[in-house]
């Protein structure tokens, strides 16, 4: 079972950037699908952006063309930069491993601390 380690969370302004790093644990990270989850208080959690073994990703609507995961698979490491930043993104990110089930997806890993982003306006 993978486990992750995320990171690179912090304060900052609307408009700002950050970028969150995913370290993993595992021999079969390379083989696994990562995605982005975020869950802020009172919300439902959300996959904000996926991305499958073969480098294939996905977004949210709500972080489309804002947002870009990436994965760097020697390193075992999945990455999440993130621009143009809204008080809407504060959130505790979390990384997963993904199960796709036809149009679904679902998170099949242990689920990390997550690193807090919190966006001024």
């Known amino acids: 079972q993978v486990q992750f380690v995320e990171s690179g969370g912090g304060l900052v302004q609307a408009g700002g950037s950050l970028r969150l790093s995913c370290a993993a644990s595992g021999s079969t990270f390379r083989i696994n699908a990562i995605g982005w989850y975020r869950q802020a208080p009172g919300k439902q959690r959300e996959l904000a952006a996926a991305?499958?073994?073969?480098?294939?990703?996905s977004y949210a609507d709500s972080v489309r063309g804002r947002f870009t995961i990436s994965r760097d698979n020697a390193k075992n490491t999945v990455y999440l930069q993130m621009n143009n930043l809204k008080p809407e993104d504060t959130a505790v990110y979390y990384c997963?491993?993904?199960?796709?089930?036809?149009?679904?997806?679902?998170?099949?890993?242990?689920w990390g601390r997550g690193t807090q982003v919190t966006v001024s306006s």
């Open positions: 991305i499958r073994s073969g480098g294939m990703t």
């Open positions: 997963n491993t993904l199960r796709y089930n036809g149009d679904k997806i679902y998170p099949a890993g242990s």
